[in-house]
């Protein structure tokens, strides 16, 4: 016999036990026996009835899940007969029929199924003997018709909870017809449900105590699969307007689209409507009689741990009027305040609205304040449960400073590092680059551009190189006023301070963000929210980002006590190096300084932009910027897409953009941050290349953590266990596969988004073979 199946619906974890089998065969005969062996094969459990009796009376004992009629011939019983009688009665509801039917010869054509399916059976089966057959018919079966009927019997379960559940439930179509709703809903509405299921909810009566836009507002998060949640106006029957605390929750279905919108609602018991209903639906009461309002409020603020009276509250009694009144004493000063943080006043409009609020929503808005009083509001917290170690590795890694300073293990860097090139004669002009190194320059707007290409051809140079191509087409020099030989030393001077002996942090690295800048710079969008000196900004802070990095992260660096860790306290250490040797490498000598043509004003808020883009790189940061541009980019966008069907809407959409300096800043911030990890979205060989150049740098700082006795940032990246496919899927689940889409959203980004699925499938096919390198063995020997 083959053992109890487990099978899930949704969340729900359900125990199948085995299947039983009905036969329904006047005689014994090879299709009998087909069935009976087959069943036995599958170890189902079978029985054989040979009369209509019998063969009611056996299912009404059993009630099996599969039942096979033999309908080949009409004279010993009518088939049809035998399968009506049985679906006459309630436990057949949920069991496959099948009939048997006789073979069809060649020069004859197939009889329809349809009277089959009108007498009740599910299915016919072609008459067929041979065990294997018969087998897979039934397995097939159990494995679709019986699996499903399974699951809806178990959604009984979930219809008893609603009907007892004390909160109204409503269920609608996407096109808002009601299909179900519970007896709490009855109850609260003054509905039977037959008078609401099929009905559109804008046929019922409304209420016209709300917001003229409230119903469109709704509509708008809901249609966009969004929950939304709030305190809505509801007419009753009997005409009374409630007020219901609503959530709504689209229900996404079949072609991946929202087929149903389930509604909670429980009444807002605030008014004398709501107050003479609350008395029905629960024990407790709110009255709202001055006693109880000072006691509620009284328990919500002893609650709250950032009480403006420091003394612990020994007797509620005795000190809630002196408590009270320091408060309100408090609060009076802070509002007499002249400069008030706009958290500040976020906290008050949510203290004011807790004083009158039912005790279950003053409990959720401490939740809230105890949210917003935590500094990084934006940044998720990774779970400890079951947590993926190279997501914790990489999150500890890249996402924390310092972990603690070990004394005497101090780390510095080497003035003496390999920052020497091969000797190749630097252009004069753009004009006198090389015939191959030209050639290759040529394709520098496509972002398939090949930037090792271009390293290898200037013996490991790329960045003077392209930096001249890119410049000239975004009008750099003119910008400055500096003439190309200052911009050509410039470049010269930046890509000698960034170390070759580095596997990844190199000039070639800052060569690749460099190009991925100007691309997004050359999209319609961004090129339309953006001035001219935002986008001189952002090729410098390109170029700069990373200039004599040590091969070694913030966190490395702070644990090791290094110079720069103490000079920077621990801060955003390599990003605030990287800007200030920038700028002292390109004020200290003339010949390069390509700011010393501009007027003061505008140096400044150069100055400003580039330091702050330079600085988003920095990755604690990192979910601070992605959900802010969402917020305040993406978001915004999308709704006056949705409500302006204009040709010039998107026009007006950069324009809105560029009245808000805020919002350019967010863009030019997101932008060097895509630059910066682009490497999972450009094609796969590429791709490939920079993930084992990262993985070689990351290898070798974990060897030197381990030489020197330093706490290990990240164990997963060593050398002899490491596995690459695991770390690139982890980086991209966690940090660039939400910050890609927030940023193709805005600029519309296909070829990436194809390379990054594609990438990412290479990743998990490498994992899913176990295999640990870059590519399969097979490959690396071709």
Same mark, same amino acid.
């Given at each position: #016999?083959?053992?109890?199946?487990?099978?899930?619906?949704?969340?729900?974890?359900?125990?199948?036990?085995?299947?039983?089998?009905?036969?329904?065969?006047?005689?014994?005969? !090879?299709?009998?026996?087909?069935?009976?062996?087959?069943?036995?094969?599958?170890?189902?459990?079978? !029985?054989?009835?040979?009369?209509?009796?019998?063969?009611?009376?056996?299912?009404?004992?059993? &009630?099996?899940?599969?039942?096979?009629?033999?309908?080949?011939?009409?004279?010993?019983?009518?088939?049809?007969?035998?399968?009506?009688?049985?679906?006459?009665?309630?436990?057949?509801?949920?069991?496959?029929?099948?009939?048997?039917?006789?073979?069809?010869?060649?020069?004859?054509?197939?009889?329809?199924? /349809?009277?089959?399916?009108?007498?009740?059976?599910?299915?016919?089966?072609?008459?067929?003997?041979?065990?294997?057959?018969?087998?897979?018919?039934?397995?097939?079966?159990?494995?679709?018709?019986?699996?499903?009927?399974?699951?809806?019997?178990?959604?009984?379960?979930?219809?008893?909870?609603?009907?007892?559940?004390?909160?109204?439930?409503?269920?609608?179509?996407?096109?808002?017809?009601?299909?179900?709703?519970?007896?709490?809903?009855?109850?609260?509405?003054?509905?039977?449900?037959?008078?609401?299921?099929?009905?559109?909810?804008?046929?019922?009566?409304?209420?016209? *105590?709300?917001?003229?836009?409230?119903?469109?507002?709704?509509?708008?998060?809901?249609?966009?699969?969004?929950?939304?949640?709030?305190?809505?106006?509801?007419?009753?029957?009997?005409?009374?307007?409630?007020? &219901?605390?609503?959530?709504?929750?689209?229900?996404?279905?079949?072609?991946?689209?929202?087929?149903?919108?389930?509604?909670?609602?429980?009444? =807002?018991?605030?008014?004398?409507? !709501?107050?003479?209903?609350?008395?029905?639906?629960?024990?407790?009461?709110?009255?709202?009689?001055?006693?109880?309002?000072?006691?509620?409020?009284?328990?919500?603020?002893?609650?709250?741990?950032?009480?403006?009276?420091?003394?612990?509250?020994?007797?509620?009694?005795?000190?809630?009027?002196?408590?009270?009144?320091?408060?309100?004493?408090?609060?009076?000063?802070?509002?007499?305040?002249?400069?008030?943080?706009?958290?500040?006043?976020?906290?008050?409009?949510?203290?004011?609205?807790?004083?009158?609020?039912?005790?279950?929503?003053?409990? $959720?808005?401490?939740?809230?304040?105890?949210?917003?009083?935590?500094?990084?509001?934006?940044?998720? #917290?990774?779970?400890?449960?079951?947590?993926?170690? =190279?997501?914790?590795?990489?999150?500890?890694?890249?996402?924390?400073?310092?972990?603690?300073?070990?004394?005497?293990?101090?780390?510095?860097?080497?003035?003496?590092?390999?920052?020497?090139?091969?000797?190749?004669?630097?252009?004069?002009?753009?004009?006198?680059?090389?015939?191959?190194?030209?050639?290759?320059?040529?394709?520098?707007?496509?972002?398939?551009?090949?930037?090792?290409?271009?390293?290898?051809?200037?013996?490991?140079?790329?960045?003077?190189?392209?930096?001249?191509?890119?410049? $000239?087409?975004?009008?750099?020099?003119?910008?400055?006023?500096?003439?190309?030989?200052?911009?050509?030393?410039?470049?010269?001077?930046?890509?000698?301070?960034?170390?070759?002996?580095?596997?990844?942090? !190199?000039?070639?690295?800052? @060569?690749?963000?460099?190009?991925?800048?100007?691309?997004? /710079?050359?999209?319609?969008?961004?090129?339309?929210?953006?001035?001219?000196?935002?986008?001189?900004?952002?090729?410098? $802070?390109?170029?700069?980002?990373?200039?004599?990095?040590?091969?070694?992260?913030?966190?490395?660096?702070?644990?090791?006590?290094?110079?720069?860790?103490?000079?920077?306290?621990?801060?955003?250490?390599?990003?605030?190096?990287?800007?200030?040797? @920038?700028?002292?490498?390109?004020?200290?000598?003339?010949?390069?300084?390509?700011?010393?043509?501009?007027?003061?004003?505008?140096?400044?808020?150069?100055?400003?932009?580039?330091?702050?883009?330079?600085? $988003?790189?920095?990755?604690?940061?990192?979910?601070?910027?992605?959900?802010?541009?969402?917020?305040?980019?993406?978001?915004?966008?999308?709704?006056?897409?949705?409500?302006?069907?204009?040709?010039?809407?998107?026009?007006?959409?950069?324009?809105?953009?560029?009245?808000?300096?805020?919002?350019?800043?967010?863009?030019?911030?997101?932008?060097?941050?895509?630059?910066?990890?682009?490497?999972?979205?450009?094609?796969?060989?590429?791709?490939?290349?920079?993930?084992?150049?990262?993985?070689?740098?990351?290898?070798?700082?974990?060897?030197?953590?381990?030489?020197?006795?330093?706490?290990?940032?990240?164990?997963?990246?060593?050398?002899?266990?490491?596995?690459?496919?695991?770390? #690139?899927?982890?980086?991209?689940?966690?940090?660039?596969?939400?910050?890609?889409?927030?940023?193709?959203?805005?600029?519309?980004?296909?070829?990436?988004? #194809?390379?990054?699925?594609?990438?990412?499938?290479?990743?998990?096919? /490498?994992?899913?073979? *176990?295999?640990?390198?870059?590519?399969?063995?097979?490959?690396?020997?071709?």
């Amino acid at each position: #016999q083959s053992s109890a199946t487990e099978v899930q619906i949704g969340p729900m974890r359900l125990i199948q036990d085995p299947i039983q089998v009905l036969l329904i065969f006047a005689k014994e005969d !090879n299709q009998s026996d087909g069935f009976w062996w087959a069943c036995d094969r599958a170890g189902y459990r079978c !029985n054989i009835a040979r009369t209509p009796e019998s063969a009611l009376e056996c299912f009404l004992d059993k &009630q099996q899940e599969i039942i096979v009629i033999d309908h080949r011939s009409s004279r010993y019983f009518d088939a049809e007969d035998i399968c009506r009688s049985i679906r006459a009665t309630k436990p057949s509801e949920h069991t496959v029929i099948l009939a048997v039917v006789p073979c069809t010869s060649a020069d004859r054509e197939e009889t329809s199924v /349809l009277p089959l399916l009108n007498a009740g059976f599910d299915r016919q089966f072609m008459e067929n003997s041979s065990i294997t057959a018969c087998y897979n018919e039934l397995v097939q079966i159990e494995h679709g018709e019986v699996r499903s009927q399974f699951k809806l019997r178990a959604c009984n379960a979930v219809f008893t909870a609603l009907d007892h559940c004390q909160e109204a439930v409503e269920i609608t179509s996407e096109d808002h017809v009601i299909q179900y709703v519970n007896p709490a809903f009855e109850q609260m509405m003054g509905y039977h449900k037959g008078e609401l299921i099929g009905k559109e909810f804008t046929e019922l009566p409304k209420s016209d *105590k709300n917001c003229a836009d409230l119903l469109d507002t709704i509509n708008t998060f809901i249609k966009k699969g969004k929950e939304w949640q709030g305190v809505y106006y509801a007419r009753r029957k009997s005409g009374d307007s409630i007020q &219901q605390h609503v959530k709504i929750t689209p229900v996404i279905g079949q072609g991946g689209k929202i087929r149903h919108f389930v509604s909670l609602k429980r009444l =807002h018991c605030t008014n004398e409507n !709501n107050k003479q209903l609350c008395k029905s639906h629960c024990d407790e009461k709110y009255t709202g009689d001055n006693s109880q309002s000072e006691s509620h409020s009284f328990k919500c603020k002893n609650r709250r741990k950032d009480s403006t009276d420091a003394k612990s509250v020994t007797s509620q009694s005795s000190d809630a009027p002196s408590l009270q009144t320091r408060r309100y004493s408090s609060m009076a000063r802070i509002h007499s305040m002249t400069i008030e943080a706009p958290i500040t006043k976020v906290i008050n409009i949510i203290n004011a609205a807790q004083e009158n609020s039912p005790i279950t929503v003053a409990e $959720a808005l401490d939740r809230v304040l105890e949210i917003l009083r935590t500094t990084e509001l934006y940044s998720p #917290q990774l779970g400890t449960k079951d947590e993926d170690p =190279h997501t914790s590795d990489l999150v500890g890694g890249l996402m924390t400073d310092g972990l603690r300073r070990l004394s005497g293990n101090e780390y510095v860097f080497s003035k003496n590092m390999n920052l020497s090139h091969s000797h190749l004669s630097v252009p004069n002009t753009i004009n006198d680059v090389p015939p191959c190194i030209a050639q290759l320059l040529d394709n520098e707007e496509s972002w398939d551009f090949n930037i090792f290409e271009l390293e290898a051809v200037t013996n490991k140079r790329p960045l003077v190189y392209l930096g001249l191509k890119v410049f $000239a087409r975004f009008g750099v020099s003119e910008f400055l006023n500096c003439s190309e030989a200052t911009l050509r030393a410039w470049l010269q001077v930046i890509e000698a301070n960034y170390h070759s002996s580095n596997a990844y942090h !190199n000039s070639t690295h800052a @060569a690749d963000v460099l190009h991925a800048t100007a691309f997004f /710079l050359g999209k319609e969008r961004v090129k339309g929210s953006l001035d001219h000196l935002d986008e001189v900004a952002a090729l410098i $802070a390109a170029t700069i980002h990373d200039v004599d990095h040590p091969g070694r992260t913030n966190s490395f660096l702070c644990n090791a006590g290094s110079e720069l860790a103490v000079l920077y306290n621990d801060t955003a250490v390599l990003e605030s190096h990287h800007t200030a040797l @920038a700028f002292q490498l390109t004020t200290k000598d003339s010949k390069c300084n390509i700011f010393k043509n501009i007027d003061r004003n505008h140096y400044r808020t150069l100055r400003q932009a580039i330091i702050d883009m330079v600085l $988003a790189t920095e990755m604690t940061k990192h979910f601070e910027h992605v959900n802010k541009f969402v917020n305040s980019i993406n978001k915004p966008m999308a709704s006056e897409e949705t409500s302006s069907h204009s040709e010039g809407s998107d026009c007006e959409c950069t324009a809105n953009i560029k009245n808000f300096p805020d919002n350019q800043t967010l863009i030019k911030r997101m932008m060097i941050k895509c630059a910066d990890v682009a490497n999972p979205c450009r094609p796969l060989e590429l791709c490939i290349e920079w993930a084992g150049r990262i993985s070689e740098e990351y290898f070798a700082q974990t060897d030197e953590e381990k030489r020197q006795g330093l706490p290990v940032v990240m164990p997963v990246f060593d050398r002899n266990t490491c596995s690459i496919p695991k770390s #690139q899927i982890s980086f991209i689940d966690y940090f660039v596969t939400d910050m890609f889409d927030a940023w193709d959203a805005f600029a519309h980004l296909p070829v990436l988004m #194809q390379h990054l699925a594609s990438n990412y499938k290479h990743w998990k096919t /490498l994992d899913e073979l *176990k295999c640990k390198t870059l590519r399969l063995p097979s490959e690396n020997n071709n």
